[in-house]
């Protein structure tokens, strides 16, 4: 089992940062996902904790960005140029084995979820 703590949401203006973070019981391959109303949970960034290979969604490259901190046993998002198309809740999810990041079915744990709003 991996038990995983988001923070780190809020109400951000449009062109503006915010970062989230995950707090993991252990390491393993972490993900964000977002979903917003209506819509399907979309993948948002990968990274592997021993390597630290990272993985983009198109929509986020460039604005967006997945670290890790292996003292903390946390994955950080940090989120810039922030635009209305972002506002969604956000989750962590982990898994030992991903094949193919972008895919949700591919992780076993899940986070709570975290809201990020971006408004003028």
């Known amino acids: 089992q991996v038990q995983l703590v988001e923070s780190g949401g809020g109400l951000v203006q449009i062109g503006g940062s915010l970062s989230l973070s995950c707090v993991a019981s252990?390491?393993?391959?972490m993900g964000w996902f977002r979903q917003a109303p209506g819509k399907e949970r979309e993948f948002i960034a990968g990274?592997?904790?021993?390597?630290?290979?990272?993985y983009y969604a198109d929509s986020v490259k460039g604005r967006f960005t997945i670290s890790r901190d292996g003292a903390k046993n946390t994955v950080y998002l940090r989120m810039n140029s922030l635009k209305p198309e972002d506002t969604a809740v956000y989750y962590c999810?982990?898994?030992?084995?991903?094949?193919?990041?972008?895919?949700?079915?591919?992780?076993?744990?899940w986070g709570q979820g975290t809201q990020v709003t971006v408004s003028s």
């Open positions: 999810a982990a898994s030992e084995t991903v094949a193919n990041p972008r895919f949700a079915n591919q992780y076993k744990y």
């Open positions: 252990r390491r393993t391959f």
């Open positions: 990274i592997s904790w021993v390597v630290g290979n990272t």
